[in-house]
């Protein structure tokens, strides 16, 4: 099984980004809960937003409003949407699937500049 997050980047304050994470030799995608989390310098890794396999999201209150959590189980990812971006948000993105075993992708960075 392998995650592999994208589509971080260097965005202005008020930007959006929209990330990807793809599950790769993970027939049973669809029964696990998926999550993003972020970490950023200093800091402990803590949850942005999480989907279950009925599609129940939750939200951390520092992204309610701004951020969505969404997948398609068809072709195995998960995305989280990202908008009013602000430099609280500059961190390492990773997406976490959870089941039977948990797996965590490599991280991609977002970058929030004001």
Known sequence: ??????????????????????????????????????????????????????????????VKGRFTISRDNIKRIVYLQMNMLTPEDTAVYYCKANWISTYWGQGTQVTVSS
């Not at 008020?14 to 809960?33: D, E, I, K, Q, V």
Request: hydrophobic share 35%; glycine share 12%.
């Open 1 to 62: 099984v392998q995650l592999q997050a994208s589509g971080g980047g260097l965005v202005q304050v008020g930007g959006s980004l929209r990330l990807s994470c793809a599950a790769h030799a993970m027939p049973s995608f669809s029964l696990h809960t998926m999550g993003w989390y972020r970490q950023a310098p200093g800091k402990e890794r803590e949850i942005v937003a999480s989907i279950n396999p009925g599609e129940i999201t939750s939200y951390a209150d520092s």
